[in-house]
């Protein structure tokens, strides 16, 4: 008998024994088979501790010609390859670095996939051309262009689609309103309907207050003032005090920035409610498009354009600007090979970029004082042999949050399964933003954590749920830890005079990349990858 197996024998035994007290709680013997991933980690610590990579005297194994050389496989990098590609122009070369679609990662269990990064996104606005057009070539709307788009109801997430572990129960939606005080409610109600009034709201120069992709937002300063202010003194000055509120408005910052409420732009805030007015005609506004794998789906169409003939895999350690192109050193399982071409697409994260672009600071930005913040996460795929009973009448949902929980709840990847019945088997993949202490700190901790520590963290929002029941259904789990998985808009961010400098470059280096905007989103990294290729193409 495996040890598992029997380990779960003993605990149904004690049960039926009527042992007090016996419970899982996230720290008892009661393991899954444990995985732990770290993407990048070994090559971004030998570039920040600049040991020799590639090694002193290592040759050059070949070199390779090409007018474009895109240096990043992450959604902005992709986009740029898959633009470039769709208009017809084949003479580039698509570097994927340490983890081929970054953020937009997926694994896999057996048959069933699941995501190791984002995994959802939300409806297209109007502006965000770049997004409507990729849903139109994956056939995923019938008018990709249409003000609320017929969207496909194996990608729009179907009911139920989220739900909130409050008072010991659930309650349908995610906004706290189970045992909450009236007064509670219609504070809440107070501020919805603010940040729905701004959706609509024009600055002075005609731009809509909170755009996405972030660039064409209004740039009205009354406005930008917000962002010498952080989200929580905003609230508390416009007298928002409410707990469940302000619990939901840190839980939705956690999400989308990897910051609490103190430590978000208070602009960027109110960009979160206000920014998004996609419209689908089979489904509410608040629906998302989503999938097993989370984004890799999108990511996967972005790279069958791009071809494997012109992708590279291996790391980028070393950019250099020549007088008539650009050389790029490229780090592959040993090997060293050079790039040599008329221009790039500076894809990787800032970060990286920094410490592997020569120059940096003669275009503007100083990596010192202008790299943005970066949030570490942990994504945790449990996957499980049987589903855990819910309780009379409850049904499991696409998104299953714990008000108050450590994490970001998780999500269930079989959920847009269309099928009489459900799966024997699935995978929950729990979030979690590690915003409560300083983010070199945390990454500090989980480069020594243990697996069991790890564990009990990643566990904790389904341990909260189903107790010892996780045990019993969990038969392993793979946790991925993304030390610098986001840039956070702290406030000032939109006063970064180094992004900018990057952001408005137009030579042989452009740059591609969410940490543009400022925040990371499918919809931002797409922005800047559809952008430079739009350069390239010089439309």
Request: include cysteine; hydrophobic fraction near 40%.
């Amino acid at each position: 008998m495996k040890r598992r197996v029997f380990l779960q024998a003993g605990l149904a035994a004690g049960l039926a024994a009527g042992l007090p007290g016996c419970r899982f709680d996230g720290r008892s013997l009661f393991r899954p088979d444990i995985r732990i991933a770290r993407p990048g980690m070994d090559t971004g610590h030998a570039l920040r501790d600049r040991r020799a990579l590639p090694p002193p005297g290592q040759p050059v194994s070949g070199e390779i010609r090409t007018e474009v050389a895109i240096l990043g496989s992450g959604i902005a990098g992709l986009t740029a390859g898959w633009r470039l590609a769709r208009e017809g122009f084949g003479d580039f070369v698509l570097v994927t670095g340490p983890e081929p679609f970054g953020n937009a990662a997926a694994s896999r269990f057996g048959d069933v996939p699941c995501p190791t990064g984002a995994h959802y996104l939300p409806l297209p606005t109007a502006a965000s051309i770049h997004v409507r057009t990729l849903l139109s070539e994956m056939k995923l709307a019938d008018d990709a262009f249409a003000a609320a788009p017929d969207y496909d109801e194996s990608a729009l997430v179907h009911a139920p689609e989220s739900r909130l572990w409050i008072n010991g129960r659930w309650q349908e939606g995610v906004q706290p309103h189970h045992g909450i005080p009236p007064s509670e409610i219609a504070e809440q109600q107070r501020f919805y309907a603010y940040t729905e009034s701004l959706k609509h709201h024009l600055g002075r120069d005609g731009r809509r207050l909170f755009e996405i992709p972030l660039a064409l937002s209004s740039r009205d300063a009354e406005w930008r003032a917000l962002d010498a202010e952080n989200f929580a003194h905003w609230l508390a000055r416009n007298g928002y005090t409410a707990p469940s509120l302000l619990w939901y408005l840190d839980y939705c910052c956690r999400d989308d920035f990897g910051t609490g409420l103190a430590h978000t732009s208070a602009w960027a805030g109110l960009h979160y409610f206000a920014s998004r007015t996609g419209r689908a005609r089979n489904g509410d506004d608040a629906a998302v498009l989503t999938w097993a794998d989370g984004l890799n789906t999108p990511a996967r169409h972005l790279l069958a354009a791009v071809t494997p003939q012109r992708t590279l895999a291996g790391s980028v350690v070393r950019v250099r600007e020549r007088r008539d192109h650009v050389e790029a050193l490229v780090w592959q399982n040993g090997r060293l090979i050079r790039i040599r071409a008329r221009c790039a697409v500076i894809a990787m994260p800032l970060f990286v970029a920094g410490r592997v672009v020569e120059g940096l600071a003669g275009d503007g930005f100083d990596p010192s004082i202008h790299t943005p913040e970066h949030a570490p996460w942990l994504v945790a795929n449990f996957a499980m042999d049987h589903f855990p009973s819910e309780k009379t009448g409850e049904t499991l949902a696409w998104d299953n949050v714990v008000y108050q929980g450590k994490g970001l709840g998780y999500v269930v990847a079989t959920h847009q399964l269309i099928r009489a019945a459900r799966p024997e088997r699935t995978v929950f993949t729990a979030y979690h933003a590690l915003a409560d202490g300083e983010p070199r700190d945390v990454r500090r901790w989980l480069a020594g954590a243990s697996a069991d520590e790890l564990y009990d963290l990643a566990a904790s929002d389904l341990a909260e749920v189903y107790g010892w029941k996780l045990a019993r259904n969990a038969g392993a789990v793979e946790i991925t830890l993304r030390g610098h998985a986001m840039p956070s808009p702290r406030p000032g961010f939109l006063g970064n005079a180094g992004t900018q400098a990057l952001a408005a470059a137009d030579g042989r280096l452009l740059f591609a990349h969410s940490d543009l905007s400022g925040y990371s989103v499918f919809e931002e990294a797409a922005w800047w990858g559809w952008r430079a290729a739009g350069r390239l193409l010089g439309t």
